[in-house]
């Protein structure tokens, strides 16, 4: 199993933490307010700590569960201490109006994250196109993209072990697809589908 460490306390560092607890993953979890950090590695209960925020994480992956503009300062902030980490990116970076992308250029928080983190550190883009209910309660796939072989075989392995399906959609650069999926996502949300129990899949024709 795998070491994490979680660096938030909202909802879908939540939802993460306890899946990796049920999945037998020991869990750290890291918040700028300590107490929320002790509350939350308290409810998710044996296997989950608290680390001190700006310190080097525990874990050997990192899952960087902020909103979407706090990413890359946070990552920038911890410097060093992300050294020879795999360091995930879970967020959306939804303009006002939640039918775009923030940025306008061909890039993503997880490609401007890999260029604040330290040169050892390894991004892998990953769960943003799954509603946090849906990751609680179903078993969705998980699309990922990153540019280093062992940093995804890591990841993959993880996300295995939340008795999910990794799914590899290339390199870090198409992690600014998977931001628009995260885009499509909303958009069925509102109009197509109606709610948020959905997440996009994969089915396979049988051979």
């Known amino acids: 199993m795998s070491n994490i460490s979680i660096i938030g306390t909202g909802n879908m560092a939540r939802t993460i ?7 037998g993953n020991t869990v750290e979890v890291m918040g700028r307010d300590q107490s929320k950090a002790a509350d939350l590695a308290k409810a998710l209960g044996e296997g989950a700590t608290t680390g001190e925020w700006g310190t080097a994480p525990a874990g050997d992956i990192v899952i960087v569960a902020l909103l979407y503009d706090g990413v890359v300062p946070v990552v920038a902030q911890y410097g060093d201490a992300l050294a020879g980490k795999v360091i995930v990116d879970i967020s959306n970076p939804f303009n006002p109006t939640f039918d775009g992308l923030a940025h306008r250029e061909e890039t993503s928080i997880a490609q401007e994250l890999a260029k604040a983190a330290p040169a050892s550190a390894s991004v892998v883009k990953a769960f943003n ?9 179903g078993r969705p796939d998980v699309f990922i993209a990153g540019d280093n072989a062992q940093a995804k075989a890591s990841v993959e392995a993880f996300i295995e072990s939340l008795e999910l399906r990794p799914l590899d959609v290339g390199g870090l ?5 998977l931001e628009g999926a995260g885009v499509v996502t909303v958009g069925l949300a509102n109009h197509g589908v109606g709610n948020l129990d959905f997440a996009l899949s994969i089915t396979e024709l049988p051979v």
């Open 173 to 177: 650069k198409m992690a600014h697809w």
């Open 129 to 137: 196109t799954i509603f946090r209910r849906v990751l609680e309660e």
């Open 17 to 23: 933490g306890a899946r990796a607890i049920a999945g």
